[in-house]
């Protein structure tokens, strides 16, 4: 079970850039962070005006003078305090958060940041690089990677209760913009904005989640893939609202990933199947606690959390919230990472670089793998859906 009694001697001092009044991303980081005590809110550039920014701020509890215009003066006044945040996170659109984490780095911060985290490839690696001049830790949001199950299908793989991994199928397919609703939804219009969202809209959104959540369970590397898109909207083209991929993982094993924002009628749809030598499992975020494990010639069996059969990762500390049999979900997932995030952050802090090793958490390298993943998928796209090279 979770235990609430670990604490630092001091909690994180953090900050915020963006997730202002009516933000679900906002609120979401909020609760996660503060959750366990780790984290305390201290400043934030909340919105782009300085009135709503002040007003919203001021509400959460943060001091009046540390509601900033925008990041560059909360930074540089931070620095100069003796109190001055440690961590940043950004709850910003896709197009600002590159300046914005490479800034937050120079400055000293540790940064939690949405995803994508670049638009490029060469601009993420150079953020790595940056991070690692700095000795800070770069965080990547991949929310749904915190849930216990996840973690589990993680250690069965590890541990090689499939057998050899085979196929991997991936998806996260929703309806709920099957019209063109950006047409009076700003939220929803940056999305399907080039120069806002980038090169891609379901494939960066939400794609990159499923594709994290292959990642995360089976460590496998892509050696080629093959996608089209398509933009059944025809007004966000060039950005895709649906897109099949075919991949060619290192060693042999294959995979599908669809991603959709037109799936009409169904809520999320993401899950994901992989299929073993021995045994498949299959997780879909809709039913959180539970994991699907079928053995070849045995009965189909679901795995629940917070038992104790499971593998300790998926029952230990920064997992599981409460016992077995009652709803863990989204909040509790994002609150699992923003855990680890803390210990990884304070371990760099100590330059405990062993103890940073050997923590867990979505870090830089699934970011620059989320950015690749759409590089190459636009890739491919743009030649008739051609088998490209991954790296």
């Known amino acids: 079970m979770f235990n609430e009694e670990f604490h630092f001697e001091q909690p994180i001092r953090w900050a915020m850039i963006g997730g202002g009044r009516g933000s679900q991303i906002g609120y979401s980081h909020r609760n996660a962070a503060q959750r366990d005590g780790l984290f305390k809110l201290m400043a934030g550039a909340f919105d782009l005006n300085a009135d709503r920014c002040r007003d919203f701020g001021t509400s959460l509890g943060v001091d009046a003078d540390r509601c ?4 560059q003066e909360m930074f540089t006044a931070e620095a100069l305090r003796e109190d001055g945040i440690q961590a940043v996170s950004i709850a910003t659109p896709n197009s600002t958060h590159y300046e914005m984490c490479k800034a937050a780095l120079e400055a000293g911060l540790h940064v939690v940041c949405e995803k994508p985290i670049t638009f490029t490839t060469a601009e993420a690696e150079e953020l790595k690089a940056l ?14 990677s915190g849930f216990p199950m996840v973690q589990q299908a993680r250690e069965m793989v590890k541990r090689g209760d499939l057998g050899e991994i085979r196929v991997i199928n991936m998806q996260f397919a929703h309806g709920f913009h099957n019209e063109e609703y950006e047409k009076n939804d700003p939220s929803l219009k940056w999305r399907v904005s080039p120069a806002v969202a980038g090169p891609t809209y379901v494939l960066g959104d939400i794609g990159t989640h499923a594709f994290n959540l292959c990642e995360v369970i089976t460590g496998l590397q892509v050696d080629r ?3 089209m898109r398509q933009s059944f909207i025809a007004s966000r083209t060039p950005l895709e609202d649906n897109a099949h ?14 991603a959709s924002a037109v799936n009409a009628g169904a809520m999320h749809q993401q899950k994901i199947r992989v299929v073993g030598s021995l045994a498949s499992i299959e997780w879909w975020d809709e039913q959180p606690n539970q994991l699907r494990y079928e053995i070849q010639g045995e009965a189909p069996r679901v795995l629940e959390r917070g038992m104790g059969y499971l593998y300790q990762d998926a029952s230990g500390v920064a997992a599981n919230r409460v016992g077995g049999g009652h709803a863990e979900g989204y909040f509790e997932s994002w609150a699992n990472l923003y855990h680890r995030f803390a210990l990884a952050f304070d371990a760099a ?11 867990w958490f979505p870090g830089i390298d699934a970011g620059i793998e989320g950015v690749r993943l759409c590089e190459k998928c636009v890739e491919s796209a743009d030649q008739n859906a051609a088998w490209v090279e991954y790296k």
């Open 68 to 71: 900033y215009n925008n990041y």
């Open 131 to 144: 991070s690692a001049k700095h000795n800070r830790v770069i965080a990547v949001m991949y929310g749904y």
């Open 225 to 227: 893939l093959s996608c």
């Open 245 to 258: 991929v075919m991949m060619q993982f290192k060693g042999g094993a294959v995979g599908t990933l669809w």
């Open 349 to 359: 802090n100590r330059d405990d670089q062993e103890a940073l090793a050997a923590i």
